[in-house]
């Protein structure tokens, strides 16, 4: 539950639990690294208390011959008869003791049993160091010393520190939750700016952008990625709209021809047979026309689709150029057709899509120059590159507009589209397909002059 619920979270709070957790896991780990630290030096303190005390009692009572000291002399418990946290129990050889300082109550343990240890033990709330060592004389047990220290008021102060350090926690914690969501909203303000501009952008307004800030942060480059992607998607749309107005107009003239001639059709062609064979006529080559339309918006909607795939191979560009070559000649025969190439040269590309591709130059060609007028189609190596150049006598290209010629539905003339039979997509499948062939594509043009177009593809 409280996963699922953390999903669903703000990312504000999820940075603010994530951070506050980090930090009281530092907090608390290192406060109980420090409380432990210190109950072990009090720890080790009072040990050393019990340690010197049980030595000293024992060096008096061992001392030499003049200076020896009875098992009861009061003298033997005098340095620390007035230390509140000490008990001493001094016996003899037989464990009857003869001589003690009870400070405090607790069960003492049997001499015997613990002789010359240390012990930790824990009575009544109390928690006491407890030291047995032997005195011993000429090998024998002379005397049994019992000194025990009581760390009661070290171990309250370890519980007031204790609650000092889990109220400084607690404090720290609750700072730390509140000082995050601060700063994470104000780092994430950026991002809310980003979701709101995001929201008011449709198909219909695409021209608002976010504000990118100076600074060169991941939030920055978030928002100019983002104004990017909306121009992209922008001049998508733009595209997306023309491509559908220009199709649309391409269409409607063969539709509305069409109709005309079935509407004629069906007024007079059922009785006069010349009618009907011009309507017939007609309809075919509408027919005709729209079909190629169709045809090549198919090809240009699967390229930018991605589903053109292209079948790559090596082979002979020398056979290509004489085999377009030859087909043009029978194709055009009032027009100087002249192809070849320099020498022997090898291509690594699709070779339905290049013959493709020259076909549809060669046709525009073909189409804007006069009978009579001359074609080359030629191929050569130049350096690192492989190239292929159509040029013609035609009538040429307008310099404004020869950088528009592989637009879709784009034509120079538009007078003479419907006499030329163009769609204006022809020279755009020929740029998609030298674009797929990472080619490069340049037109040079003086009009009344002819056209010439070069395809550049790189030799490996």
Known sequence: MGINLFKFTKISWKLTILYASIFSLVLILLNALVLYGIKLFLINQTIQKVNFTCDTIADSIKGSPGEKMSLDDPELIREVEFDPTINIRIANSEGVVVNSLNNFKWSAIQFTSEASSIRKIKENGLHIIVKNKEVLSDGKVTAYIQVAGNMEKEYLFLKILFIFMAGADLAGIAISLIVGYLISRRMLFPIDRITKAAQSISINNLDRRIEVSQTDDELSRLARTFNEMIDRLKLSFEKQNQFVSDASHELRTPISVIQGYIGLIDRWGKEDRNVLQESINAIKNETSGMTELIEKLLFLARGDSGYQKLQKSEFSLNELIDEVGRESRLISQEHSIQYGADEEISLFADRKMLKQMLRALIDNSIKFTPANGAIDIRAYKNKNTIMI????????????????????????????????????????????????????????SIVGEGTSITVEFPAK
């Open 389 to 444: 150049n159509i040029k013609d006598t035609g009538i040429g290209i307008p310099q404004e507009d020869i950088n528009r010629i592989f637009n879709r539905f784009y034509r120079v003339d538009k007078a003479r589209a419907k006499e030329t039979g163009g769609s204006g997509l022809g020279l755009s499948i020929v740029k998609w397909i030298a674009d797929a062939h990472n080619a490069k594509i340049k037109a040079e």
